[in-house]
C-alpha cells in the first residue's frame, strides 16, 4: 500500500500549514510507517492511505516520488 504522510521538519515547532511538506511511502500500515520514522526529527501530523482515483491522481503530480531509502 503507498501512503502519504504530511510531516513538519521539527518536533520542537508548532505546526504551520504553510511549512507542512510531505512524502509518499509504500508499506503495510501506518504503524509501520511510524515505526520507520520513528528516529527522524520530524512532526508527523497525518498519514494517509492512497488508493483508486486519488491514488491515480497523485502519480500525475510532479511530486509524486516514493521515498526508498526511508528512513530520510
Do not use: C, W
Not at 34 to 56: A, H, M, P, T
Amino acid at each position: 500500500m503507498i501512503f502519504k504522510v504530511y510531516y513538519q521538519d521539527s518536533k520542537n515547532e508548532i505546526p504551520v500549514r504553510e511549512k507542512t511538506k510531505s512524502m509518499y511511502i509504500e508499506a503495510d500500515n501506518e504503524r509501520a510507517i511510524r515505526k520507520l520514522l520513528k528516529e527522524q526529527q520530524i512532526n508527523i501530523e497525518f498519514v494517509q492511505l492512497l488508493e483508486g482515483s486519488y491514488l491515480d491522481y497523485e502519480k500525475q503530480s510532479e511530486h509524486f516520488k516514493l521515498q526508498e531509502n526511508v528512513p530520510l
